[in-house]
């Protein structure tokens, strides 16, 4: 019946440890790691919190109780051996009480021990900036820093207790990532020995007296506003606009988050100024940009990206975008553009809206480049397009059409206007190198779709190969297929999740009858004075190229596809060859004998990257960096940084209903294979942007007021208001933030 | 055995879980849960553990948390619950049915003060106030007994003998929330010390009617055999005791336990945490040459009438140590434990700690100097703790 822990109650050898910190900070589970260590050196532990109800923010104790027998004591520490204080702010006579002369104060804070000197000299202090090394290390909630883990390696060290002890025992606990932090702090910690001859304070015998406590059938006097609890605080929310994924991959700089917020919010004018900032061209992009946006928007993870690409058609087809007049320049500049396609489009824009005064040489008939020239009327209505056009040259551009600007001519271009911005695109075609290149019946793609979107007559028949697989093969093929071919096959060396093209051309393309033929790479073309079959070789896939694709290998085995006509849509390149002999490009800016000439590239010609979008937004670099050089101080525009965007994991997908995309609607494949009109017939309403998160723009979702549990947010305008006398800075708020619109800063 | 520095919230899911995996080859394991502090942690642990052929019900009140363990008692599942404080009240319908039913449900009580006002710390009047629902009541003082008398309580319960549900008691954060070094058997021991529950009155494939209409002679019987079943539960607890230092290698607390009795003139009784501190105070009386001893009441229902008459034997002097207040009447346990001293025995009633204040070795000091100074006993005497 005897039983070793009712037979002897000893608390011989016992060392008492009191954690002093705010409800949040982890205080407790720092109590339990000092016990877990303990624990693995042999000796008997108990641990445990001391708290009341008020949850984050409040003042609380934990205590962790160390013997050599076992514990049966069950009181809370009134004379500790060590003290740890996780937050700075709490220091005061009262967390001290108790603490024996000599023992350690073990601080959180950036302070050296003997600044604390004065104050608390007769312990024997250490500090740490723990709060400092947590947060470098990221250790915390999705709203604030959490010191526990850190401040228990400062501990260790300041009680020469094993490291390596301790490592094991936040392995055992879960802890194994928090350990890098616990051994910086193990390092960092400062001490100051307390000054000899130091002792325990005596036991005080007296218990302390008890407070009166009033009645229940008497009414209690203050409200609970009476506790300040603002001075708990250490971090307090702000608001502020984080980047959204869509608007930081947006190659045109396209504020993407905010013009469909502006749409949700106001409506399509508020919509369309905001487009107006940045592109001249959504009518345009709107059909046919491939939307990194779409591919980088957050909503993906939860049930499909907002259809940003179909809502800026739709704006655009309601309000004109391109309408920024602006009062002309007190000393206007003449600037030329040499290419009137979207590159050279988008600069006109900005340099007209600055009030400067634009000049296009174009050596087609008409504006527009490849979007007249190259993308098909059944993706891009051509009243579409010239409509766009329009507006831009309503502002004051002027046009020199039909005009052909060769290598000769450039120099007095520059020499004749104060700057001058090239912007033909990629007007080189690749090939494919082979045998019978020249037969009657191979063509370029690029040649092709000029004949039939100028309205050349291209009346075909029989079968057509096209080769490639971008946007430009597609479009040859569908436009195969619309001028009478009877079938129509693409082939490509790679396979289908690494073709280039827009996913939505494909799956257009294969329900109108284009048969895809994969891992074929072109060796030659056969005929007799006509051609009749497409060589091909087998291509298998190897390791992955610098694109991070497989990289094609292709083998001795051959195949023979017969055709009629065969299309080369293989890439373009720029036509390097433009520039003057001794021209250099640099940065955007031609330069002679190291020196910079007031001359940019613009667009395709400058980065090859391909895309109307890239074309826009470099358009819009070049006629800024031109502005800068002329010394007029406009701010060149810099594609922002991906990595700082609002992650997936930002955002409370738990706060959004789940809706499906709105997709737009589509001409039947059997009918419209026959025609050129366009296909897609755009979205039915705007309903769609309120399917955007608003990624890091407060939308005044209120939230954050909801969730507070101190109920001190309040509602100013759309903006907010936080009651700082009473934020315990608990970060709920922010935690809860659906949109990461809010942080925790310092306080 | 592994040795684990947990709470005694997760040492009873934990025990539970193991009393839950060891009846896998028998008719499984159902749990109605519903949160309630200092009780939550116990049951968040219990939810992710996943129990072959077991499965925890989250239900919406602890009315039909109690309903659940029922249901899947009758059908001969071995069951688990755990509740506190106001929860217990919303659940005491279903508390008497389960024992009515003479079911082993098998309920963890966090002791927590009722409210209002509400107040989350320890004394004893939620798990007193369920004194007559015909449960077994056990109260412990540490972490490792809240673990090893959950193991114990299916053991007892179950026995077919008993069929009696089984309340095991532990101070709120003393207990609940405070993290020691704990002993847990592997499962091939536990499975060894619990066989698979094998209920006789469960539902089969036949219907039957279950809790219908009991006429007067019927309830007469009935109630007077769940007398009889609760007279046993001392002996089949000493054959369990017997049972758990065979398999697992330490001892299970006897009902009563003693503490430097042997020549004492004096007892402080008492219950859970607060017989942790009486025992530091009999220590320190001892080396002032008063001759105390101390009494832990583990087990309050049935009432250990025996083993009490025996220590109280030849005694002058008992305080008993209540943290509970029936008002109009003053402690549960001294109430009681008054009807079984001796005659001329002094036992006089001190209620403290109520509310979960930190009743320290100066507190009960007091007690055993107003003990060792008075004539005669008088009105039960309020000991005011403070925070």
Redesign the interface.
Known sequence: MSQARDTQASERAAMEIRLHGRGGQGGVTCAKLLAAVYARLGKAVQTFGDYAGERSGAPIRAYTRVSDSPISNRNKLYQPDHLVVLDPTLLGPEVVSGLAEGGTLLLNTPLSPEAMAAQFGRFRLATVDATAIARKHGIGTRSVVIVNTTLAGAFARALDLPLEVLEAAYRELGFESNVPAAREAYSALRVREAPAGGGRLPRPAVLPGLPAVLPLSEHKEGPPTGLKTGSWRTQAPFYLRNPAPCSVRCPAGNDVVGFVQALARSGEAAAAEVLGRTTPLSAVCGRVCPAPCMEGCNRRELDGAVNVRGLERWIAERVPVAVRAAPAHPSPRRIAIVGGGPAGLSAAYVLATAGHRPIIFEAERELGGVLRTGIPTYRLSRAALDGEIDSILRLGVEVRSGQKVDRARIPELARAHDALLIATGLQRLRRVDGPGEALSGVEQGIHFLRRINLGEKARLSGAVVVLGGGNTAMDCARSALRAGAAKVTVVYRRTRAEMPAIAEEIDQAVEEGVELVFLRQPLGFAGAGKLEAVELAEVELGPPDASGRRRPVTTDRKTSLGCDLALLALGQSADASLLPAGWKLEAGRAHADGRPLNVFAAGDFSTGEGTVAHAIGDGRRAAQRALAALGLEAEVWAPPDAPKAVRPQDVRMGHFEGRPPAHEPTAPAAERVHNFEEVGRGLRDGAEARRCFSCGDCTSCDTCLVYCPEGIIRRKGTAYEVDLAFCKGCGICVAECPRKAMEMRAS | MSRE?VSANHAAAMAAVLAARANRSGRGFGSGVYPITPQTECIELLCEEEIEKGQVVRVESEHSAMAVCIGFSLGGARTFTASSSNGLAYMAENVFNAAFYRLPVVMMAVNRTLGP??N?WVDHGDTLMLRDAGWVQLYCE?NQEVADTILAAYRLGEDPRILLPVMVCQDA??LS?????TDFPEQPEVDAFLPPLELPHRLTDRPRVVGGLDFPRETEVHRIQHANAMALVPEVYREVQATFRSRFGR?L??PV???RVEDAEMLLVSMG?TA??V??VV?RARERGIRAGAL?LRMFRPFPEEALRGYLAGRARVGVLDRNLCPGLGGIVWAELRGVAPPGCLVQGYVLGMGGG??????VERVLQDLTSRQRAGEPSFV?V?S
């Open positions: 520095l006002p509400w989350i540490d954060f003393i929330h405070t993290m020691m070094l001892a607390a006897d336990v003693p503490y945490t942790s501190t025992r530091t220590d832990r930190d009743i320290r070795p100066e507190h005011e403070g």
